[in-house]
């Protein structure tokens, strides 16, 4: 995971330093943080409409964790479940089945 975190807590805001080159991204300090992991799992179903066109229904849920997050004065950590139903029309193409052996 990537976050970047901005909160202002009773008007006072977090410092995470200025948006520079040599402040972009670090492990415990930065405007962008290497913080957390993700996991999930997708699954689905296909149906062939018409020889190469299907619909497919695909359900991706993931679940991510990220500690030690900059806040105004301390750190928070946050836990996020997500869930995402896809729904695509869509077609195959074998190139290979026209070429001559």
């Known amino acids: 995971m990537l976050p970047h975190t901005s909160d202002t807590i009773l008007g006072y805001d977090n410092n995470v330093g200025s ?3 040599s402040n972009a991204i670090g492990l415990t300090n ?3 943080q290497v913080n957390g992991w993700t996991t999930g ?3 689905g179903f296909r149906f ?3 020889k190469s066109v299907y619909l497919e229904l695909t359900d991706k849920v993931a679940y991510a964790y990220l ?3 900059p ?3 301390g750190t928070l950590q946050q836990s996020l479940l997500m869930n995402e139903i896809i729904l695509s029309l869509g077609f195959t193409y074998d190139g290979a ?3 001559s052996k």
Do not use: C, H, I, N
């Open 67 to 69: 500690g030690d997050l």
């Open 97 to 99: 089945s026209g070429a």
């Open 48 to 50: 062939m409409l018409y």
């Open 19 to 21: 948006k520079t080159l």
């Open 30 to 32: 930065g405007w962008w």
């Open 41 to 43: 799992v997708e699954f």
């Open 71 to 73: 806040a105004y004065q």
